[in-house]
Antibody, heavy 123, light 111 residues
């Protein structure tokens, strides 16, 4: 049973870089896709991007939402079974609850999800 | 890509059935059988309720069912219970690894 636990700074000033980490407990880390999804206050869900480690290779492909791609970096730490999100040059529009989530290899749904990290961007 | 279209709210009385629609295009909902539905309580993370249009994960009550016709997917909750009051979001694969769209969400009120 995979469980995700996430953490990171919750208050940022405009132009700073958002940094969040998600730890994976249980299950296999390689092969699955590790996602970040956000939810602005009172609004719907927005997919940010995902990363994958291809088993038995050094191939670590990532995919990003085109609207955020220029500011987003998702990385993995295989030894720790962590993956991270960095979003640069944040503005008030980036204020949201950020979730990490798993998408299984070959699957097209997200399960499970992390508990969510609220991030506020304010001067 | 544009978000999928869901009604802002639906309501029903205990024991009744309600259906939440999710309308997309032939490039997402209509083009693939990869629609999933998520239940979200206030202040909590979303929970997977339906995947691949109509499949239920282990542990999800069979009161929850999914279907699709053309470019519109639907989530039906039968035998409504008070605990079903939550926000519901649909999601569809949209043809590429960078095209992943959610619906705007529907608030279900149990009267």
């Amino acid at each position: 049973q995979v469980q995700l636990q996430q953490w990171g700074a919750g208050l940022l000033k405009p132009s700073e870089t958002l940094s969040l980490t998600c730890a994976v407990y249980g299950g296999s880390f390689s092969g699955d896709y590790w996602n970040w999804i956000r939810q602005p206050p009172g609004k719907g869900l927005e997919w940010i991007g995902e990363i994958n480690h291809v088993p038995d290779t050094n191939n670590i492909p990532s995919n990003y939402n085109p609207s955020l791609k220029s500011r987003v970096t998702i990385a993995v730490d295989m030894s720790m079974k962590h993956f991270s999100l960095k979003l640069s040059s944040v503005t008030a529009a980036d204020t949201a609850v950020y979730y990490c989530a798993r998408r299984g290899r070959g699957d097209h749904w997200f399960d499970p999800w992390g508990q969510g990290t609220p991030v506020t961007v304010s001067s | 890509q544009s978000a999928l279209t869901q009604p802002r709210s639906v309501s029903g009385s205990p024991g009744q059935s309600v259906t939440i629609s999710c309308t997309g295009t032939s490039s997402d909902v209509g083009g693939y059988n990869f629609v999933s539905w998520y239940q979200q309580y206030p202040g909590k993370a979303p929970k997977l309720m339906i995947f691949d249009v109509s499949q239920r994960p282990s542990g999800v009550p069979d009161r929850f069912s999914g279907s699709k016709s053309g470019n519109t997917a639907s989530l039906t909750i039968s035998g409504l219970q008070a605990e079903d009051e939550a926000d519901y979001y649909c999601y569809s694969y949209a043809g590429s690894y960078t095209s992943r769209v959610f619906g705007g969400g529907t608030k279900l009120t149990v009267l």
